[in-house]
């Protein structure tokens, strides 16, 4: 497999001067299996603009284009109707996602562009799209990658998402919050093993762990509960899952590349203090990682 990042960002794209080196856009990675021309997208937030253009340049690279959602914020589907192939009868497109309050994703995508917040609805798409809806537990097979998910700490119905082909495993879990008690201030790895114990099994000794770490531990603990991690405990999270690698994902929009830089150090630094036993790596736009 090939992970590749499109979009690293939380909540809403800042694009300019002070985020060039980690990129603008809203969450969207790409997956590449290397066989059955299936191409396999998860999130459609602003980064997916962009994949859409490259796939539609080379129209015959897929049969199909898989695109699984993790959750309906807006930062996560901003991007979906400025993705070119919808607009392309050349493609196949199965959209993936949980069922939430009894309705299917269509619903979404239709209220999404309803004349109130576009131009035009989906009625336009010349692709022929099918929405396809998540059950709970059941694993689904797509170009050869065994896709597992499981509910994050997050709004009802947030998905995390685990690709495994050939012994080899990504997985992708934003927006979760990794819980711990908030009286110890810093987390404390004992408390985040007994408090996150369903998440921790479904990523128990991943290869690369693409983790919420929307904020700095300081910058923290005012937002406990909203849904999102802070750097220290997506980086115990990580060591108790036994991840090789820590992908450091999902960025508040108030951090430019510098707290950016920041956040990373201070991330790799506390593992090495604690002598944990994982890799650590921010993501930006056009990170490529051969499994
Ligand atoms: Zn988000
Ligand atoms: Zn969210």
């Known amino acids: 497999m090939v992970l590749k ?13 002070g985020t060039k080196k980690y990129g603008g856009n809203t969450p969207c990675i790409e997956v590449i299996s290397g066989s059955d021309e299936e191409a396999i997208i998860v999130d459609a937030g602003t980064g997916i603009r962009e994949l859409g253009n490259k796939i539609t340049e080379n129209p015959n690279d897929f049969k199909r284009i898989n695109i699984l959602l993790s959750h309906t914020h807006w930062d996560h589907i901003q991007g979906m109707p400025f ?12 959209i993936y996602s949980y069922s939430y309050n009894g309705y299917g994703l269509d619903h979404f995508i239709d209220a999404q562009m309803r004349p109130e917040f576009f131009p035009v609805n989906k009625a336009i798409f010349k692709a022929n799209v099918t929405y396809k809806k998540l059950i709970k537990n059941e694993d689904i097979q797509l170009g050869g990658v065994q896709i ?3 509910a994050t700490h997050h709004s009802r119905g947030t998905l995390a998402f ?16 990794v819980l711990y008690n908030e009286e110890n201030g810093q987390p404390k790895l004992e408390d985040v093993l007994n408090r996150n114990k369903e998440l921790l099994k479904f990523c ?16 923290f603990s005012d937002k406990m509960g909203w849904g999102h991690s802070n750097n220290i405990a997506a980086a115990l999270f990580a060591s108790a899952a036994k991840a090789k690698n820590l992908i450091l994902f ?21 593992i090495a203090v604690n002598n944990l036993d994982i890799n650590c790596l921010p993501s930006h736009e056009g990170l490529e990682i051969k499994l």
């Open 162 to 177: 685990r690709l495994n082909k050939n012994g080899k495993s990504i997985v992708y879990m934003t927006d979760n919050e």
């Open 83 to 94: 993705f070119a192939p919808l607009y392309n009868e050349k493609f196949v497109v199965d």
């Open 204 to 219: 128990s000794g991943c290869d690369y762990l693409i983790h919420d770490t929307m904020y700095k531990l300081d910058d």
């Open 5 to 17: 990042i499109w979009g690293t960002r939380g909540s809403v794209p800042v694009p300019g001067e």
């Open 148 to 150: 597992s998910s499981v």
């Open 250 to 270: 999902h960025y508040s929009p108030e951090y430019n590349d510098e707290k950016i830089d920041e956040l990373f150090h201070e991330t790799e630094k506390f």
